[in-house]
C-alpha cells in the first residue's frame, strides 16, 4: 500500500484564507484612499499656498508702488522748496549787496558835509554864527549816521538770516539725498522677481534695523524741515522788503535837501524843454510841410508842361484841318471834339496856374513861419541854458545829487552833462 508524504508546515484553514484575501483587499482600498484625499489636500494646498504666494507679491509690489510714489512726491517738495530756498538765497545775498553798496556810497555825503563844515569854521568876526545853513549841514550830518546805522543794523540782520538759511538747506539737502537713496533701494526692490540673477535667503530679514523710525516720524520729519525752511524764506521776504525800504527812506531823506531847493528851478526848466519839444516838433512838421509842398509845385510845374505840349498838339491839329481842299472843309466830329479839347486844357492850365500860385504863397508863408519858428527855439534854447546855470550855481549850497560818485568834479560833470544838449541845439539852429 502506497502512503503519500505530506510537507511538514503550518495548516490554515479555509476561513482563514478567505479572511487573509477579505483584509488584503479592504487594506488595498483604504491606503487609496487615503492616498487620495492626501493627493487633494496636497492639491489645495499647492492652490491656496500659490494664490496667496501671488497676491502677497502682488500686495507688496503694490505699497512699493505706492511708497515708491510718496517717497517721490516728498522729493518734488523738497525739490521746489529747495530751488524757492536757492533764489531767496540769492535775492537776499544780492539785497545784502546792495545795502553794503549803499552804506559804503554814504561816506561820501558824509565827507562833503564834514569838508563844508570845516570850510565854514573858517569864518571870521561876525560872520561866525549858527546859521540855517550850519544847522541843516548838522541835521545832514546826523541823518547820514542815523542812515548808517539803520543801513548796518538790515546788513547784521541779513547775515544772521543768511546763515539761517544755509542751515536750511543743509537738513533739506540731506533729507534730499535720503529720499533719493530710497527711491533708488525700492525701485530697485520693485524690479526684483523670482528669476532675477541677485536674489538669495539672508539671515534674519525680518529684523528691525536699530534706528529705525515709525511712518509718523518720517513724514514729520520732512513736514518740519519744509515747514522750517518756508518760514525762514518768509521771514528772508520780510527782511528783503524792509532793507529795500530802509534804502529808500535813506536815500530820500539825502535827497530831501538838494530837492526842495532846485524844484522850483526844475519845474520851470521842464516847462520850458516842454514848450521847447513842441516847437522842435512844430519846425519838424513845418518842414516836412514845405518838402511836400515844394514837390507838389514841381508836380504842377510837370503837368503844366505836359498840358502846354497837350495844347499845342490841339492847336497844331486844328489849324492843320484848316486846309482840307473845298467841300472837304466839314465841320465833323474830330473838329467838335479837337475844339472842347483845346477849350478844356485851357481851363485846365488856368486852374494848375491858379492853384501853383495858391501853393507858391502857401510856401512863402511857411518859409516866413519857420523863421519865426526857428527865432522862438533860440530864444527858448538860451532861456533854459540860464536857468541851467541857475541851476548850477544854486548847486554850490548843498550837495549835489552826483555826490554819490567818487572821485569825480560833481559840478563840472553835471553842468557838462545839462549844458552839452543846449549847446548842441544852438549849434544847430546855427
Given at each position: 500500500?502506497?502512503?503519500?508524504?505530506?510537507?511538514?508546515s503550518?495548516?490554515?484553514?479555509?476561513?482563514?484564507?478567505?479572511?487573509?484575501?477579505?483584509?488584503?483587499?479592504?487594506?488595498a482600498?483604504r491606503?487609496?484612499?487615503?492616498?487620495?484625499?492626501?493627493?487633494?489636500?496636497?492639491r489645495?494646498?499647492?492652490n491656496?499656498t500659490?494664490?496667496?504666494t501671488?497676491?502677497?507679491?502682488?500686495?507688496?509690489?503694490?505699497?512699493?508702488t505706492?511708497?515708491i510714489?510718496?517717497?517721490?512726491?516728498?522729493?518734488?517738495?523738497?525739490?521746489?522748496?529747495?530751488?524757492?530756498?536757492?533764489?531767496?538765497?540769492?535775492?537776499?545775498t544780492?539785497?545784502?549787496?546792495?545795502?553794503?553798496?549803499n552804506?559804503?556810497?554814504?561816506n561820501?555825503p558824509?565827507?562833503?558835509?564834514?569838508?563844508?563844515?570845516?570850510?565854514?569854521?573858517s569864518?571870521?568876526?561876525?560872520d561866525?554864527?549858527?546859521?540855517?545853513?550850519?544847522?541843516e549841514?548838522?541835521?545832514?550830518?546826523?541823518?547820514?549816521?542815523a542812515?548808517?546805522?539803520?543801513?548796518?543794523?538790515?546788513?547784521?540782520q541779513?547775515?544772521?538770516?543768511?546763515c539761517?538759511?544755509q542751515?536750511?538747506?543743509?537738513?533739506?539737502?540731506?533729507?534730499?539725498?535720503?529720499?533719493?537713496?530710497?527711491?533708488?533701494?525700492?525701485?530697485?526692490?520693485?524690479?526684483?522677481?523670482?528669476?532675477s540673477?541677485?536674489i538669495?535667503?539672508k539671515?534674519?530679514?525680518?529684523?528691525?534695523?536699530?534706528?529705525?523710525?515709525?511712518?509718523q516720524?518720517?513724514?514729520?520729519?520732512?513736514q518740519?524741515?519744509?515747514?522750517?525752511?518756508?518760514?525762514?524764506?518768509?521771514?528772508a521776504?520780510?527782511?528783503?522788503?524792509?532793507?529795500?525800504?530802509?534804502?529808500?527812506?535813506?536815500?530820500?531823506?539825502?535827497?530831501?535837501?538838494?530837492?526842495?531847493?532846485e524844484?522850483?528851478?526844475?519845474?520851470q526848466?521842464?516847462?520850458?524843454?516842454?514848450?521847447?519839444s513842441?516847437l522842435?516838433?512844430?519846425?519838424?512838421?513845418?518842414?516836412?510841410?514845405?518838402?511836400?509842398?515844394q514837390?507838389?509845385?514841381?508836380?504842377?510845374?510837370?503837368?503844366?508842361?505836359r498840358?502846354?505840349?497837350?495844347?499845342?498838339?490841339?492847336h497844331t491839329?486844328?489849324?492843320?484841318?484848316?486846309?482840307?481842299?473845298?467841300?472837304?472843309?466839314?465841320?465833323?466830329?474830330?473838329q467838335?471834339?479837337?475844339?472842347?479839347?483845346?477849350?478844356?486844357?485851357e481851363a485846365?492850365?488856368?486852374?494848375?496856374k491858379?492853384?501853383?500860385?495858391?501853393?507858391q504863397d502857401?510856401?512863402?508863408?511857411?518859409y516866413?513861419?519857420?523863421?519865426?519858428?526857428?527865432?522862438?527855439?533860440a530864444?527858448?534854447?538860451?532861456?533854459?541854458?540860464?536857468?541851467?546855470?541857475?541851476?548850477?550855481?544854486?548847486?554850490k549850497?548843498t550837495?549835489p545829487?552826483?555826490?554819490?560818485?567818487?572821485e569825480?568834479?560833481?559840478?563840472?560833470?553835471?553842468?557838462?552833462?545839462?549844458?552839452?544838449p543846449?549847446?548842441?541845439?544852438?549849434?544847430?539852429?546855427?
Amino acid at each position: 500500500m502506497t502512503t503519500v508524504s505530506v510537507k511538514p508546515s503550518q495548516r490554515f484553514q479555509l476561513a482563514d484564507w478567505y479572511t487573509n484575501s477579505y483584509l488584503l483587499s479592504t487594506n488595498a482600498e483604504r491606503q487609496r484612499d487615503a492616498s487620495h484625499q492626501i493627493r487633494q489636500e496636497a492639491r489645495v494646498l499647492r492652490n491656496e499656498t500659490n494664490n496667496q504666494t501671488i497676491w502677497d507679491e502682488h500686495d507688496n509690489r503694490t505699497r512699493l508702488t505706492e511708497r515708491i510714489d510718496t517717497v517721490n512726491q516728498w522729493k518734488e517738495m523738497l525739490d521746489k522748496c529747495l530751488t524757492d530756498l536757492d533764489a531767496e538765497i540769492d535775492a537776499l545775498t544780492q539785497m545784502k549787496e546792495s545795502a553794503e553798496q549803499n552804506l559804503q556810497a554814504k561816506n561820501l555825503p558824509l565827507d562833503v558835509a564834514i569838508e563844508c563844515l570845516t570850510l565854514r569854521d573858517s569864518r571870521r568876526d561876525i560872520d561866525v554864527v549858527n546859521d540855517t545853513v550850519e544847522d541843516e549841514l548838522h541835521k545832514e550830518v546826523e541823518v547820514i549816521d542815523a542812515t548808517k546805522k539803520a543801513l548796518q543794523q538790515k546788513i547784521d540782520q541779513a547775515f544772521e538770516q543768511l546763515c539761517l538759511l544755509q542751515e536750511v538747506r543743509q537738513q533739506l539737502n540731506s533729507d534730499h539725498r535720503g529720499k533719493m537713496e530710497t527711491l533708488e533701494i525700492d525701485r530697485g526692490c520693485l524690479s526684483l522677481n523670482v528669476n532675477s540673477p541677485n536674489i538669495s535667503l539672508k539671515v534674519n530679514p525680518t529684523r528691525v534695523p536699530n534706528g529705525s523710525s515709525t511712518l509718523q516720524q518720517w513724514d514729520d520729519f520732512s513736514q518740519f524741515n519744509k515747514n522750517r525752511a518756508e518760514a525762514e524764506m518768509k521771514v528772508a521776504t520780510e527782511l528783503r522788503e524792509a532793507i529795500a525800504l530802509t534804502i529808500a527812506e535813506t536815500n530820500n531823506e539825502l535827497e530831501a535837501q538838494r530837492v526842495a531847493t532846485e524844484f522850483a528851478f526844475r519845474k520851470q526848466l521842464w516847462e520850458k524843454e516842454k514848450v521847447y519839444s513842441e516847437l522842435r516838433w512844430q519846425e519838424k512838421n513845418t518842414l516836412e510841410e514845405i518838402a511836400e509842398l515844394q514837390k507838389d509845385i514841381r508836380h504842377l510845374e510837370e503837368d503844366l508842361q505836359r498840358k502846354f505840349l497837350s495844347l499845342k498838339l490841339s492847336h497844331t491839329r486844328l489849324e492843320s484841318r484848316t486846309y482840307r481842299p473845298n467841300v472837304e472843309l466839314c465841320r465833323d466830329q474830330a473838329q467838335y471834339g479837337l475844339t472842347d479839347e483845346v477849350h478844356q486844357l485851357e481851363a485846365t492850365i488856368t486852374a494848375l496856374k491858379q492853384k501853383m500860385a495858391q501853393a507858391q504863397d502857401a510856401l512863402d508863408a511857411l518859409y516866413k513861419h519857420l523863421a519865426r519858428l526857428q527865432a522862438d527855439i533860440a530864444c527858448k534854447a538860451n532861456f533854459m541854458l540860464l536857468d541851467t546855470k541857475c541851476m548850477d550855481t544854486r548847486r554850490k549850497l548843498t550837495v549835489p545829487a552826483e555826490k554819490f560818485v567818487p572821485e569825480v568834479d560833481t559840478f563840472t560833470r553835471t553842468t557838462n552833462r545839462t549844458l552839452s544838449p543846449l549847446k548842441s541845439r544852438q549849434l544847430e539852429l546855427a
